[in-house]
């Protein structure tokens, strides 16, 4: 027994003039100070005064939205009462709506109490609509949602599957700028989505098939979306692949790459698309003997010649490396410019999180602590892994 | 053979959770009691109440409960023998069954979930317990 959750999608050009036509009275946006820099809350401000809605930004997400701007968020929408939400950004922004919005329906709770288990009755207050202006997170699709506890530099994977938005807009117009490293970031984020659902250890016939397609349009569109970012194909077939990956994944859950990379974004600040792709050959190869039929069918789908299963996890890696050299993304800590000082001190950090990280359970070979730390140390130096 | 869910079978259970070094590792900084309930239905006439003391890798106490007012525990988990019985088959995840509600957890989901590794080892060492159903 195992759920498919999804929002309602639209997607394309034009996706976004679906807003005209949503029923309500206040909407509240939650959104970063780049996103409103750049005119797009205005854009989706102009979409809900067609519709007859009043709007309220609350435009101070961070990079790793923490628990204190999720508490302000939800006080803010508690005085403003809106019956729609609308998470416009990458992960953070969206995540953080997600909670901001438990937290307005239920005063009472901590965003900690969000899980997956306990039901909350959500949708009494509002709904929630998701904007992605990144093509790699896929939290548009997700119930996940991923805070950051500062005081403890952990990141904390909780969520519930009410936490799903209502509607996810998956409209090319907000990506067509987006920086190259960020493309690639980003791009690497859904590309780990995909792999992962694909070969963790809750996969399912449900999700397969939509992490397979996203994976092939990684491959075939990120080189190109890189490299200019005005081919508008590229550009809209990324921006799918990263929500076909969300749902993928959403509905099979991250593993081991996540839980590994998460740490990493925590201690060093480093971007989660780019620790999660660097972490995920690593990962693959770790995990290879449980899953060696998937991870070369994977292979031979991306085009590499792979004759037998126990070849895949590591020509896998392989081809996921030199997709990310293609893209200018480092393939060890060390070229993420971490020195060894900066290395052994965040070590036990590093570990302590992983390990408590709740997306360590769909890994198909969990580590124990040492391989945990040996597995950290390969990343750092870029060594393939073979234990 | 061990009837599932007798008191000689969680004796026997005990044993090998004491026994096991993957769960020691893993379970190190493992602070929490539970409950483990077979709930009626089928075979079983009325609810079997199993406890079992687990504390940084060892099972200190474990034994059949008359009465479930007689403990405390951190963590109660109750499902039906058909749950149970998938769970150490290893054909149903843990979490996965909480997460579901196949297996009715109460208690600090987020600490289980930190604690995934043991958890497994637990189910690991039902499995080695020689263990026969009621049909």
Redesign the interface.
């Known amino acids: 027994?195992?759920?498919f959750n999804s929002p309602l999608i639209v997607f394309g050009e034009e996706a976004l003039s679906e807003l005209t036509s949503i029923e309500g009275h206040r909407a509240f946006i939650v959104t970063d100070a780049h996103i409103a820099h750049l005119g797009y809350v205005d854009i989706v401000g102009e979409k809900l005064a067609t519709a007859g809605l009043q709007y309220q930004v609350f435009a101070e997400v961070e990079p790793d939205p923490s628990l204190e701007t999720v508490r302000r968020g939800a006080e803010l929408m508690r005085q403003y009462q809106p019956d729609w939400i609308i998470g416009l950004g990458g992960g953070s922004s969206m995540d953080a709506a997600k909670a901001m919005w438990v937290l307005y329906e239920h005063p009472e709770m901590v965003p900690?109490e969000i899980?997956?288990?306990?039901p909350m009755k959500l949708r009494q207050k509002a709904r929630l609509i998701t904007i992605p202006t990144t093509s790699g997170t896929g939290a548009e699709a997700t119930w996940g949602i991923v805070l950051t506890d500062t005081a403890e530099q952990r990141k904390l994977a909780l969520g519930s599957r009410e936490n799903i938005a209502d509607m996810a807009i998956v409209d090319p117009v907000f990506v067509a700028g987006l920086p190259p490293q960020i493309t690639a970031d980003t791009g690497m984020d859904a590309l780990t989505h995909a792999v992962e659902g694909n070969t963790g250890?809750?996969h399912n016939d449900f999700c397969d098939g939509l992490c397979l397609k996203a994976i092939q349009l990684v491959f075939d569109y990120l080189p190109r979306a890189v490299a200019d970012g005005k081919d508008k194909e590229a550009r809209e077939r990324m921006h799918n692949a990263a929500t076909i990956a969300g749902l993928g994944f959403g509905n099979s859950m991250a593993a081991m790459a996540h839980a590994m990379g998460h740490s990493i974004g925590a201690v060093f600040h480093t971007p989660h698309g780019r620790a999660v792709g660097l972490v995920l050959p690593y990962t693959i190869e770790f995990t290879g003997e449980a899953m060696a039929e998937r991870y070369a069918d994977i292979a031979r789908l991306v085009g590499t010649a792979c004759a037998s299963s126990q070849d895949g996890p590591r020509l896998l890696a392989q081809t996921i490396r030199a997709l990310a050299r293609s893209i200018g993304q480092p393939l060890s800590l060390q070229e993420m410019g971490i020195s060894a000082e900066q290395f052994e001190a965040a070590l036990p950090k590093l570990v302590e999180n992983a390990?408590?990280d709740?997306t360590?359970?769909v890994s198909a070979r969990?580590p124990?602590?040492a391989e945990v730390q040996r597995l950290y140390r390969y990343i750092f130096a870029g060594k393939s892994v073979d234990f | 053979m061990f009837k599932f869910a007798s008191e000689e079978w969680v004796q026997a259970f005990k044993e090998e959770i004491n026994a096991s070094q993957?769960y020691a590792?893993?379970a190190k900084t493992w602070e929490g009691d539970f409950y483990f309930i077979v709930d009626p239905g089928g075979p079983i006439a009325q609810e079997i109440v199993m406890y079992l003391d687990l504390w940084h890798g060892k099972c200190r106490d474990a034994f059949i409960c008359a009465d479930r007012a007689a403990k405390t525990p951190a963590f109660v988990i109750n499902a039906p023998i058909t749950a149970w019985r998938k769970v150490i088959d290893k054909k149903l995840?843990p979490?996965?069954g909480?997460?579901?509600?196949?297996l009715k957890?109460q208690g600090d989901?987020?600490k289980i979930?930190?604690a995934?590794?043991a958890?497994?080892e637990l189910v690991e060492c039902t499995t080695r317990v020689p263990t026969e159903f009621p049909e």
């Open positions: 027994m195992w759920y900690n899980n997956p288990i306990v250890a809750w390990e408590s709740a360590l359970v969990i124990d602590s | 993957g590792e893993a995840d979490v996965q909480m997460m579901t509600r196949q957890l989901m987020i979930m930190k995934v590794k958890a497994k």
